[in-house]
């Protein structure tokens, strides 16, 4: 069965950094685009980054886009998200989920338990 595990997150202070860990199993990782979503409490799921199968074309929503980088190793299964200068409003669960796009990264669902950020002074 499909397996994402979400590892890394923490509490930071505004400006600093945090790199995510996403580790996959139960399925042919390197076959997929993955994607990072966050949702805050109250709020709906938000795509924030997306990478394609072999890693040569990225995506990164407007709100993070030259903070967060999203990269993956496909020898170790693992998708990656650099976080930095981040900002309360990052404050979010942050989950991995294959796919491109909100639509198909929704559909294909097994997104995990995710890992907590935390931005705040």
């Known amino acids: 069965e499909v397996q994402l595990v979400e590892s890394g997150g923490g509490m930071v202070q505004p400006g600093g950094s945090l790199r995510l860990s996403c580790a996959a199993s139960?399925?042919?990782?390197?076959?997929?685009?993955m994607s990072w979503v966050r949702q805050a409490p109250g709020k709906g799921p938000e795509l924030v980054s997306s990478?394609?199968?072999?890693?040569?074309?990225?995506y990164a929503a407007d709100s993070v886009k030259g903070r967060f980088t999203i990269s993956r190793d496909n020898d170790k299964n693992t998708v990656y998200l650099q976080m930095n200068s981040l900002k309360p409003e990052d404050t979010a669960l942050y989950y991995c989920?294959?796919?491109?796009?909100?639509?198909?990264?929704?559909?294909?669902?097994?997104w995990g338990q995710g890992t907590q950020v935390t931005v705040s002074s």
């Open positions: 989920a294959r796919g491109w796009g909100i639509t198909t990264v929704l559909s294909l669902g097994s």
């Open positions: 139960g399925f042919t990782f390197s076959s997929y685009d």
């Open positions: 990478i394609d199968t072999g890693g040569g074309s990225t």
